[in-house]
């Protein structure tokens, strides 16, 4: 059931025997009414619209409603998302800011280290020998 809190606005998708407290503010969360929500998708509300009017009504017409707790959220989600996509990005091999501008020829990953060519010769790997960098995806040396 989809759980919402009065205090910063959040919405949590809970499950039964779940404890209902905000994972932001760590208030005690409430299930949306069953009007609100979409008989066909699980914990979804019906339409954008009516997402909108029952944080209008419902969310900011509560005594306890922080304008600022709802803002730091909004503030907070935006934040993961940009790391969350810099972190697939390199996850997917396209570097922000790979300064040698190489990429791997065998999984064309832009996440790339350069080998350590002042390393003594017996602690250089076969594999090493004449490469100049390595892949931080598929690990292999060119």
């Not at 989809?2 to 209902?20: A, N, P, V």
């Not at 803002?71 to 993961?80: A, F, G, K, T």
């Not at 390393?119 to 892949?135: D, E, Y």
């Amino acid at each position: 059931m989809l759980h919402y809190c009065k205090k910063c606005g959040d919405f949590k998708k809970m499950y039964s025997g779940q404890e209902t407290k905000c994972y932001f503010c760590e208030r005690e969360m409430y299930p949306v009414p069953e009007e609100y929500l979409d008989e066909d998708i699980d914990n979804m509300f019906k339409t954008k619209e009516l997402k909108q009017e029952f944080l209008e009504k419902v969310i900011k017409t509560s005594p306890v409603f922080d304008q600022e707790a709802m803002d730091q959220l909004r503030e907070n989600r935006e934040r993961n998302s940009r790391v969350n996509a810099r972190i697939d990005a390199e996850y997917e091999g396209k570097a922000m800011g790979n300064p040698w501008g190489v990429h791997c020829p065998y999984c064309n990953c832009t996440v790339v280290s350069r080998v350590n060519g002042n390393q003594s010769a017996w602690f250089t790997k076969a594999s090493q020998v004449g490469k100049q960098f390595q892949c931080w995806k598929c690990k292999a040396y060119f």
